[in-house]
């Protein structure tokens, strides 16, 4: 599915450590459901922080599967990887249940 995985920063440079993260994460989903067929993920700030506001670091992840798209919107968070992992274990809880609807459970 690498070839139909988006990868966005908005407000925030690019980094290929943050852009490798995610590339894995986005694998490790795979493995609870296989038919995943696009994935976008957008990182995100605040386009302009108020004086002495600690940064603040969203990231949205567009799961789209068979039959509908899951969104995952996690909180803000001043740490991006904690960003990253909020909204990661968002996405796996969803696709998880999605599965399970999908077998009946």
Same mark, same amino acid.
């Given at each position: 599915?690498?070839?139909? $995985?988006?990868?966005? !920063? *908005? &407000?925030?440079? *690019?980094?290929? %450590?943050?852009?490798?993260?995610?590339?894995?994460? #986005? /694998?490790? $989903?795979?493995?609870?459901?296989?038919? =995943?067929?696009?994935?976008? #993920? #957008?990182?995100?700030?605040?386009?302009? &922080?108020?004086?002495?506001?600690? /940064?603040? !670091? @969203?990231?949205? =992840?567009? =799961?789209?599967?068979?039959?509908?798209?899951?969104?995952?919107?996690?909180?803000? +968070?001043?740490?991006? *990887?904690?960003? $990253?992992?909020? +909204? !990661?274990? @968002?996405?796996?809880?969803? $696709?998880?249940?999605? %599965?399970?609807?999908?077998?009946?459970?």
């Amino acid at each position: 599915m690498d070839s139909s $995985l988006k990868i966005s !920063f *908005h &407000n925030v440079p *690019h980094s290929d %450590a943050v852009e490798t993260d995610i590339r894995e994460r #986005v /694998a490790k $989903l795979e493995g609870f459901f296989d038919r =995943i067929v696009g994935c976008r #993920v #957008v990182v995100e700030a605040p386009a302009k &922080n108020l004086e002495g506001a600690a /940064a603040s !670091f @969203a990231v949205k =992840i567009e =799961i789209a599967v068979p039959g509908q798209d899951i969104v995952v919107k996690a909180t803000p +968070s001043p740490d991006l *990887h904690s960003a $990253l992992a909020q +909204s !990661f274990d @968002a996405a796996k809880r969803r $696709l998880k249940t999605h %599965a399970e609807r999908r077998r009946g459970l």
